[in-house]
Structure formats: C-alpha cells, structure tokens
C-alpha cells in the first residue's frame, strides 16, 4: 500500500514538472526538473511495475509531447539519449571489467563513418558507378552490422594490447584513437575514402515508413517535423536494448568474470576465469554499442567530419561514467545525463546570460571595488568554451572525494580491501 | 635521389632538435614514472606553462623596450631560467593537491586524476591568458641573434635556434645527470625509486623527495616549452597535447623509469619523426606526406608497448621484496 501511495506521489510531481514545462516552455529550469522526475522515480521505493509504468510514461509520452512545444527539448533529450548510450558503452570496458580505454571515440567514428561512406554519396568515389547513396531502408543493415564492425574492431585492438598492464593500456588505446581520426582526416588521397576534414555530407536518414499510416489517420506531417521525434524513439530504443543487455551480462556468469578481473586480475586467474577472452569481451560488447551509436549519430546529424571524435569525447564518456559511478547503469545514466545537461543547457545559458548582460549596457557600481561597464566583459569568458575545466574538475574532485561516483553500484560490497 | 640527400642535413639537425625537446620533456614522465609508478598526464600542460611563463617574459620585455636593451643571451637566460622554475613549481603544487591524496589506492585513480589535471591546466591557462591579454594564442618575439644560421661545410646550414636548444638541452642533461648520480638529493631520488618503504626507514623523507622528484621533472619541461616556444614561435594553451604524448612514447620507447633510456628514446622518435616528414612523400611517390608523421609517433608507440614494453634499455623494475 506504502509502494502505491508513493507512486501516487510520483505521478503528482511527474504531472507538476510536464505541466510547469507546458507553461514555460523556454525555462531550462522546468526543463531540468522534469528530467530529474526520471532520477526521483529510481530513488523512491516503490514496486517495480510500477516504476516502469512511470518512467515509460515519462519517456515514450510526455517528453515527445513536450519536446513539441519546444524543439531545442528534443535535441537535447536526443544528445542525452546518445551519451547515455555511449557511456553504457565505456561503463562495459572501464566500470565492469575496469580497463581504463581514453580511446573510446574511435568506435564511435568507425561506427558513423560506416553509414556516413555508404550512406550518402562519398563511396561513389571508390566504388564505380552511382550505386550509392543507399537507400534509407539500409540504415536498418546497417545498425547490425555496425555492431559487429564494431567489436571486431575492438577485438582487433584488444588482442595486442590486452596483457599490457592497465596504464600502459589507457595510453594505447588514446594513441589507437588518434590513429584512427588521423587517418580519416587524411584519407581522402590518394583515393578519397572520407573526404577529410571537410566531412561527409548529406548522409542518408532512416526511412519513414510510418508516414503514410500517420496520414491515415490524419496526422499529416512534414518529414522536418517528423524526424526529430523519430530519432528521438530510434535513440530511446537503442538505449533500452543496452541497458537490457548490460544489465544480463552484469549479472551472468560473465559479468561476475569481469568484476572478478578487475578487483584482483591474478586472483581471477587462479580462479579459472580465461582473462584474456573476458577483456577482449569487454572491449568488444563496449565497441560495439559505440558503433551502433555512431550509426545513428550519422544519420541524424547529415553532416559529419573528423572534429566529432576528438579525444575530448572520450575524455567527456569517461568523466560520465566516473561521475555517475563506475560499474552501476544508473549511475552511468545519471552522470551522461547531468554532463550533457550541463554541456548544452548550463553552460550555454550562462554563456546566453553573460552575453545579454555584455549587451544591456549596464554600468555596475560595487561598494569598494569600483565601477564596473559590463558590455566590457571579454567574450572569451563564455562558461560553454570551458567545458575542459569542468571536465577536468569532476575527474580530479571525484577521485579524491568520492572515487565510486555519485551512484555507486549496490552490489559492490565485495571490495578488495583485506587482502593481503 | 640527388634531392633526398641534399636535404638530408637538414632533416639531421631537425630531427636531434626535435629529439632533444622530446627528451627534455620525456625525463619529466620518466622521473616520476621511477619513484611514483605513475602515468603523470598533465606534464604536458606543465611543459606548456613553461612556454607560456617565457613567452609573457619575453612580451613584458618587449612592452618596457628592454628587449633590446638587454643582451639577447641574458635575456635568454633570464626566460629559460623562470620557465624551468615555474614549471617545477607547478609540477610540486600539482603533485600535493591532485595526486598526494590519491597515494595507495588503485592504480587507474590517479591516472584519472592526472588527466583531469591535464584538462583543467589547459582551460586554467586559457582563462589566465584571456583575462590578461584578451587572446590565448601568442607568439615568441623574433630575437636577431636566434634568426641567424651558422654555416657548416658547402651548403649546409644550421641555424642558430638549432643549435640553442640542442646546447640547452645538453647542459640541461648533464646537470641533471650529475644531480641524480653525485649529488646526495640525487641519490635520495634514486633510493625512493628503487623502494620506498626501505628508504624511509633509513630516514629518507620519502613525501619530499616525490615532490623534489616533480620539480625536477617538471623544470626539465619547462626548459623544453621556453625551447619550443622559441623554435615554433607559436604557443596555445593546447600545444602541449600532442607533444606530451610524444614525449611518453619517447619514455616508454627508452624503457619507461630509466633516465638515460628517455633521452635516447627522444632522440631516436625525433629522428624518425623527423625522416617521415621529409622522406615519406618521396618514398610513397606522394601519396603519403608529412601529415602522417604524427601517425608514425603513435603508431610506434603501439608496436613498442606490445613487442617490447620494456624498451630498449629496460625498464626499471622496482624490487619487490627480498
């Protein structure tokens, strides 16, 4: 009875938050409390069909519903959905089986790239004929086999490097990623395979092949409009397949291995578990959800070039991962979700408030300090360019203060200490 | 053919100055590498502090007119000198507030601490720069003295910048050589190095000797970054990245904790790196150019870490136990 009078009080705050984001729709404020109603369902206890109820309400009807009052929602809740996934991804590799990878975005880029070559004119230029751009109903091959590129490349690059010892494997593999990014900037001679830094462009979106039933039924809708809330649902569903399958290989026979190997490697070892397969297991599921991610993240963008897979992407999955806490999905999820919330709506609002106060014209009078003409505030102080800072913050903060994240995992008790 | 060797002189000279500055900054990794047994990722960004501290000098000069008061050499001195010393400073504050705490848990703790730290130095510097001089890309002052070239046999060249980092470093090694190996800081260095716990129980104030550790190291970077900065000319709070992580491929190639391992390391990377830029084109007939240099950096690095992680004069391996 507790259970449901909670989820009662669940759904008012759930209904309050949509409504106060109904009202205000450009309040970034209402925004972020609707979002944390997804955190406070984790938390209360309540039964668990219920949670599922709510979160599935929250996610599949209200935040579409919302995201068509304001546009600007949508996306963000897109780029949520896509570093949720991708730090899932790393969550595997650092969190589970506790390889550090600085690397990561290269399964990303091998992922995007993928659809981005076929997807869109570019592999006429080493392919004879116009056979390409494929047509749209391809992307759905193409998110499979984008799993598959993506852990065999990641066994690929696990197979050599897997017995290095972990700090040596955190440098390899940001040199692998530099590898990677350094040659899709430069292979466009001497067959042009990528077009270099100039990018690819207009990659094919997936079909939609539910237009004609909305017409149907009387929703006619341009595609413009439609593909916002398509890529919405495509990203939602990708999510919820990985957070499925995280959660049954954390709790398989394989995922006890991986914890294993990552409190005590040698220990493991003499416990029978096969290290080497395990790791490269690691490396390859956390691939290739990058992969499959990178897919999508083509198609929605139309436009990619090297400048997406920089090292500062890996560097920003990882400070998800660690902030939410390693080795727990909802801390995964919490941390993706607080970086990217902060990446595109905090600090680009404080950017948008330092700039309108650059242009009201005020002259600021302070007791002691003098007077102060704000339309003087450089422009290189816009908070949005210091994301490195606030990475670099939470990385050195959490490992000192709080090294299992703000969500740990709950059944993390078995820790190494003790051991002699 | 006739091309390819007549311009190889001067890739000679480019690829010892590159090794050099790899070396400089390569000591920094290794040094603490032997008494911490830690990846220290932010060196770069305290080689970069270094270039930024000489390129202000340098500006500040500039700004009162003693630029061309001073004499060039003094002048030099005078920037090399506070590059070395902010940068170990740096180094030592880095080392107590983001790594000291971190001391004796897992090993990735601290490696992520350090990148962190490597992150916030870059935007640190970015603020620090934008704030005082409104923009974060600078430039070194041309000094005549530096611009000149000294002629060596028929037709080669070397010019003076060359020639000023490569003594630079030189003196630079052999007083670090003769501080580690004669002097009795050096050898507390090298007995913490070697383990830790006996030497703090033969009385060796093991917290200060680590910090003693990061200033030398980090002055070593910070000679490296006045050096670039005055070779390159160009400096941003980014420029560090790149060769940071060549540098730690120079320490790994030289057997990781080995000093004299880091310096050769250095210079065969520059060599390499070096002969890719100018050699790549004419051998592949243009199809691969200079752009893939940095490739061959990282790509060495891989082959070394997986055919022979021990480098090519060892690693110093720390003695466990008996």
């Known amino acids: 009875m507790k259970g449901l009078a909670s989820g009662v009080g669940l759904m008012a705050f759930i209904l309050c938050s949509s409504l106060l984001v109904y009202s205000f729709p450009q309040s970034a404020l209402a925004f972020i409390l609707f979002e944390s109603s ?38 963000v809740a897109i780029q949520v959905g896509i570093y949720v996934a991708l730090a899932l991804g790393l969550n595997i590799v650092v969190g589970l089986a506790g390889l550090l990878n600085l690397g990561f975005v290269a399964f990303f880029a091998i992922g995007a790239y993928l659809w981005a070559i076929f997807g869109s004119p570019q592999a006429n230029e080493f392919i004879p004929g116009s056979l390409f751009p494929l047509s749209p109903w391809w992307f759905f091959v193409f998110l499979p086999l984008s799993i598959f590129v993506g852990a065999f490349t990641g066994a690929l690059l696990g197979l050599p490097v897997l017995r290095l010892r972990g700090d040596y494997l955190a440098i390899v593999t940001l040199g692998f990623a530099e590898v990677i990014r350094s040659l899709v900037n430069n292979l466009d001679k001497p067959i042009n395979f990528t077009n270099g830094p100039r990018g690819i462009t207009p990659i094919e979106k997936p079909p939609l092949f539910f237009q004609p039933v909305l017409e149907f039924f009387g929703f006619g809708a341009s595609p413009a409009s439609l593909y916002p809330f398509y890529f919405y649902f495509v990203v939602l569903f990708l999510v919820a397949m990985i957070i499925v399958v995280t959660r049954r290989l954390d709790n398989s026979s394989i995922g006890r291995a991986w914890k294993a190997i990552r409190e005590d490697e040698i220990a493991a070892a003499a416990m029978g578990v096969p290290v ?3 790791k490269l297991l690691a490396f390859a599921v956390g691939a290739s959800f990058a992969s499959a991610v990178g897919v999508v993240f083509a198609a929605k963008q139309v436009f990619i070039n090297p400048e997406s897979f920089t090292f500062m992407e890996s560097i920003g999955v990882l400070a998800m991962v660690i902030l939410g806490g390693m080795g727990s999905i909802p801390g995964t999820v919490l941390g993706a979700t607080v970086v990217t919330v902060v990446n595109l709506q905090l600090l680009k609002g404080l950017s948008l408030w330092l700039n309108s106060l650059r242009q009201s014209g005020i002259i600021l009078t302070l007791p002691f300090l003098g007077t102060f003409d704000l339309s003087q505030i450089p422009a290189q102080f816009e908070p949005a360019k210091y994301e490195r800072m606030v990475f670099g913050l939470v990385l050195i903060l959490m490992m000192i203060y709080r090294p299992q994240g703000i969500l740990p995992p709950r059944r993390g008790e078995a820790k190494s200490d003790g051991a002699p | ?60 000069l500039e700004a009162s007119g003693s630029l061309i008061a001073l004499h060039p050499a003094f002048v030099l001195l005078v920037v090399l000198f506070a590059g070395m010393i902010s940068s170990g400073l740096m180094a030592m504050g880095l080392e107590r507030v983001a790594y000291r705490p971190l001391r004796g848990t897992p090993r990735l703790v601290p490696l992520i601490s350090a990148i962190g730290a490597s992150l916030f130095l870059q935007d640190f ?18 000094l005549d003295l530096l611009e000149k070239s000294v002629k060596l046999g028929a037709m080669t060249e070397v010019p003076v910048k060359s020639i000023l980092v490569i003594v630079t470093a030189l003196i630079m090694l052999f007083v670090l050589y003769f501080f580690v190996n004669k002097t009795k800081l050096g050898m507390a260095i090298r007995a913490v190095a070697q383990d830790p716990a006996t030497a703090s129980l033969m009385g060796i104030p093991v917290n200060r000797i680590i910090a003693l550790t990061f200033f030398v190291g980090g002055a070593m970077g910070g000679v490296a970054g006045v050096l670039f900065g005055l070779h390159y000319s160009l400096v941003n709070p980014y420029t560090g990245f790149i060769p940071g992580l060549k540098a730690f491929t120079a320490a790994v190639l030289g057997g990781i904790g080995n000093i004299p391992g880091a310096v050769l390391g250095g210079i065969v990377l520059g060599l390499l790196e070096a002969f890719a830029a100018s050699y790549l084109s004419i051998l592949t007939d243009g199809t691969f150019g200079a752009e893939y240099k940095d490739l061959v950096a990282f790509i060495a690095l891989i082959l070394i870490l997986i055919f022979r992680p021990k480098g090519l004069m060892g690693e110093r391996v720390r003695e466990e136990g008996a």
């Open chain 1, 38 to 75: 997804l955190l406070l369902i984790y938390y209360v206890p309540t039964p668990g069909k219920i949670k599922l109820f709510l979160s599935s309400l929250v996610l599949v009807i209200l935040m579409p519903f919302l995201g068509s009052l304001n546009g600007y929602y949508l996306e």
């Open chain 1, 276 to 278: 080497v397969r395990m």
């Open chain 2, 1 to 60: 053919m006739d091309f390819a060797l007549s311009i190889l002189p001067s890739v000679l000279v480019d690829g010892i100055v590159l090794g050099f500055m790899y070396a400089l900054i390569a000591l920094g990794y290794t040094m603490v590498y032997g008494v911490l047994e830690f990846i220290n990722f932010a060196h770069s960004e305290i080689f970069v502090i270094g270039a930024f501290v000489g390129v202000e000098i340098f500006l500040m």
């Open chain 2, 125 to 142: 510097v970015r603020f620090v720069e934008s704030l005082w001089r409104n923009t974060f890309y600078l430039s070194y002052p041309s």
